[in-house]
């Protein structure tokens, strides 16, 4: 059964630092294109972050562009999104998502078939 599963959400002032864990079963990790994702309240979804299956590549959207890092350990079969210098506008529950065989755009939340429950992601003084 192809699963994930979501870890390190809490709570973090603005300025400081998370770090997310997906774990997967029934899959390889490394054979599909992985993302995060994220929703606000009161927002819709929007992706934030992915890697594609070979490692080479990753794409971040703007509004995490130099404070996120996705990243990928293929011996715990996890996948890890670090953020740093966190803001207030990051508050969302966060989730992790596998993309479709052959996806082509990793930034786009319809190439994603599976995804995690959630964890949730609070910055705040």
């Known amino acids: 059964q192809v699963q994930l599963v979501e870890s390190g959400g809490g709570l973090a002032q603005p300025g400081g630092s998370l770090r997310l864990s997906c774990a997967a079963s029934?899959?390889?990790?490394?054979?599909?294109?992985m993302g995060w994702a994220r929703q606000a309240p009161g927002k819709g979804l929007e992706m934030v972050s992915a890697?594609?299956?070979?490692?080479?590549?990753?794409w971040h959207a703007d509004s995490v562009k130099g404070r996120f890092t996705i990243s990928r350990d293929n011996a715990k079969n996890t996948v890890y999104l670090q953020m740093n210098s966190l803001k207030p506008e990051d508050t969302a529950l966060y989730y992790c998502?596998?993309?479709?065989?052959?996806?082509?755009?990793?930034?786009?939340?319809?190439?994603?078939?599976?995804w995690g429950q959630g964890t949730q992601v609070t910055v705040s003084s």
């Open positions: 029934g899959f390889t990790v490394s054979t599909y294109h």
């Open positions: 998502a596998k993309a479709m065989k052959g996806a082509r755009h990793i930034g786009l939340l319809l190439e994603y078939d599976v």
């Open positions: 890697i594609y299956d070979d490692g080479t590549d990753t």
